[in-house]
């Protein structure tokens, strides 16, 4: 993207493109007149008590500074946090849940596993459905399909009594095997709709029919649980942006990095529960093929957490079992790994006097002390401002001037305690959430099989570029690469992303020529499910529909996620998807089994309507190097050195200077570590090379 902010035009002529993406410190803004190419971008401050109040502030600050037309605005897509806030904080609807007799039990097991696995005194979390308002009643289907047992509408009558007694608002109902046949479960729902109209409905097999009754429950859990507050706040943004003229009707990002209309999220809040996540990634996967870059490392740090997640040839990675708080989540999502390490991650003393960081964080309100907003404990923010790295410059496009004072007040109270200086503390707290970070991207890097040697570490958001060149020479990194506006990557991510939506048929039949000859119908039947939701989305272009099977050997527990060319199953062609099964088996395991026995569990498939074709204006590279505006002091872990402090927009493409440094700019402060040699490339973004 260019440095250039568009100006009014108040013709009407414009066509102006806007994604936003609200954070647990600020809300992004990042706005594309098409006509023009150029680009305007704002950070707001969140209003935690007033959700979308923010969102109105942006767009008039858009409109007054930047010159955005709200009249004019033709594509507009949004990522909110408002579900996954609403299951972290626990502020969900009261919901029963309606099951089998005998399995009331289904979510309290779930699958036997304690949240840390090396620890003998942590607990599993209150599920989000008390056992008092579960209920089981006579009804069974077999796992082919047939029923055995009919529901009995007269038990389910005394269970919505009872749920309505208990105070429940909604009533989620999970059989078992409904994944093959939502009979039975949409007899239940008809039957609740009669007795008890005011309470909303789910059924498992309709949010999410997947074989395994413990993630097909809980996934309808997550999705009834946050039903009314996101229904209600989509409701409130669809009336906000006609009440500013708005024509577009909002897309919502979703967890698998695509696009869907509100009506639609509406309903399908599940589907948006990771919506800010992976449209960061989606974003910087789009960044990372404009500048050439196939593997990445992306870094998302904002207020509250670190993610990260990897981009390889070009494309973010899928998986399942994200967690949402400390619940899992079954649907397919862009695959993050968090941390609660962030720019506001308050850092404590524990009553054995050991100097931690997070994961509670301070977050807008009243935010770190620095902010000047009534926040006393000290933060990663703070301390990189008493370490001279911050508060040079107004920051979150002049809505933050740093208080110098405050942080050193702040980190102070801690070096007391520690009996330490006061900069030494702050460059601890920076090193303990750099440490924290490491241990996390070792991790996902052990999972995925990779040597992040290999790898650009792209950081974003707004502390993204804070700690992320750091980082990466801790991981032994060689390449760092910063956007010309880290700070609302994830808004960009929505206007670049694709219709998506994912679809689902459970097989679980053995990988022999019989069951592939009957693959073709479900094919067909999930190509028609994909193209009518296309449609629905009001995508008018072709559908880019893509295959794929969970799979595994037989006798293993869990399966992996295999692509598949639809000629295959076409032509029955058992030989080449089973080669596909193994080859996958080979690349994650090291190992496969050319003679083992194949299990086809799940057949998958993503329909995807592309997104408009967005150019951004590029520069021709002259090479030059800059020199600093001003010098700084800067603690760096020993002394205080006077270092370089440079203005983004100074720097042109071809502009070449060397670390220890500071790049100052609108939306975060990039650090630049001593050993590290920085260039600007024709699309503005600013690279880091280490020396060897």
Request: aromatic share 6%.
């Amino acid at each position: 993207m260019d440095g250039t902010i568009a100006s009014g035009t108040g013709s009407g002529t414009a066509d102006w493109k806007v994604g936003v993406d609200i954070g647990g410190t600020f809300i992004d803004f990042c706005a594309l007149e098409t006509q023009s190419g150029r680009v305007a971008s704002l950070k707001v401050l969140t209003t935690p008590d007033d959700p979308g109040a923010e969102l109105l502030t942006g767009l008039r600050l858009l409109a007054e500074r930047e010159g955005l037309d709200p009249t004019a605005v033709t594509r507009f897509v949004h990522g909110t946090t408002v579900g996954i806030n609403t299951i972290i904080q626990r502020r969900g609807v009261d919901l029963a849940l309606i099951t089998n007799a005998g399995f009331e039990d289904v979510i309290e097991l779930a699958r036997l596993r304690m949240p840390n696995v090396y620890s003998l005194f942590c607990s599993r979390p209150d599920q989000l459905v008390p056992r008092d308002r579960v209920f089981g009643i006579p009804a069974r289907m077999r796992a082919d399909g047939t029923e055995t047992v009919a529901p009995d509408m007269t038990a389910v009558a005394g269970a919505v009594a009872l749920a309505k007694a208990r105070g429940a608002s909604g009533i989620i109902v999970s059989f078992l095997h409904s994944w093959r046949d939502g009979a039975q479960e949409n007899a239940v729902k008809d039957e609740i709709a009669r007795l008890a109209p005011d309470l909303f409905v789910f059924t498992s097999s309709e949010v999410w029919p997947v074989i395994r009754e413990y993630e097909r429950t809980t996934t309808a859990i997550l999705n009834g649980y946050v039903h009314p507050r996101v229904s209600a706040y989509l409701t409130a943004l669809e009336g906000n942006l006609a009440s500013l003229g708005v024509p577009a009707k909002p897309m919502l990002t979703k967890s698998n990095g695509g696009l869907m209309n509100a009506v639609e999220g509406k309903r399908s809040c599940v589907n948006m529960l990771l919506s800010g996540t992976a449209s960061g990634v989606i974003g910087a996967a789009w960044l990372a093929r404009q500048a050439g870059e196939n593997r990445v490392l992306t870094l998302d740090i904002g207020g509250t957490s670190a993610d990260f997640a990897l981009i390889i040839d070009g494309e973010a990675q899928f998986g399942t079992g994200e967690l949402i708080g400390e619940f899992p989540l079954y649907i397919p999502s862009v695959s993050v790994s968090s941390i609660g390490i962030g720019g506001g991650s308050i850092a404590q003393v524990d009553e054995r006097g050991v100097l931690r960081v997070g994961p509670e964080s301070a977050g807008s309100t009243p935010g770190p002390a620095c902010y000047g907003r009534g926040g006393v404990q000290a933060t990663v923010t703070d301390a990189m401002v008493v370490c001279g790295w911050l508060g040079h410059s107004q920051m979150a496009y002049g809505q933050l001037q740093m208080d110098v004072d405050l942080a050193r007040a702040a980190v102070g109270r801690l070096a007391e305690r520690l009996g330490r200086p006061v900069q030494e503390t702050a460059h601890a707290i920076v090193e303990i959430a750099i440490s924290e970070m490491f241990v996390e991207v070792e991790k996902l890097t052990s999972r995925a099989g990779v040597d992040l040697r290999d790898f650009v570490l792209m950081p974003f958001g707004g502390g993204g570029p804070m700690l992320g060149a750091m980082l990466a020479q801790e991981m032994g990194m060689k390449q760092v690469m910063a956007p010309r506006r880290p700070g609302v990557v994830s808004a960009l991510g929505g206007l670049v992303a694709d219709l998506r939506g994912d679809f689902v048929r459970t097989v679980f039949a053995p990988l022999v020529p019989r069951t592939v000859a009957g693959l073709a119908g479900t094919v067909e039947t999930l190509g028609g499910e994909g193209r009518d939701w296309l449609v629905a989305q009001g995508h008018k272009g072709a559908a880019d529909l893509r295959f794929s099977a969970d799979m595994r050997y037989f006798g293993q527990s869990y399966e992996i996620e295999v692509p598949l060319d639809a000629a295959w199953i076409a032509r029955a062609d058992l030989a080449a998807i089973a080669t596909a099964f193994h080859e996958m088996h080979d690349r994650i395991y090291d190992f496969h089994d050319a003679e083992g026995e194949i299990e086809l569990v799940n057949l998958r498939l993503s329909a995807i309507g592309a997104g408009p074709v967005l150019h951004f204006p590029e520069a021709p590279e002259v090479t030059a190097t800059v020199e600093p505006a001003r010098q700084v002091p800067v603690f760096t872990g020993q002394a205080v050195e006077t270092i370089g402090l440079y203005q983004r927009e100074d720097l042109q493409p071809g502009a070449e200077f060397s670390g220890p440094a500071i790049v100052a700019q609108e939306d975060t402060t990039f650090v630049v570590p001593k050993g590290a040699r920085a260039s600007v490339d024709r699309h503005l973004n600013l690279h880091l090379r280490f020396a060897e």
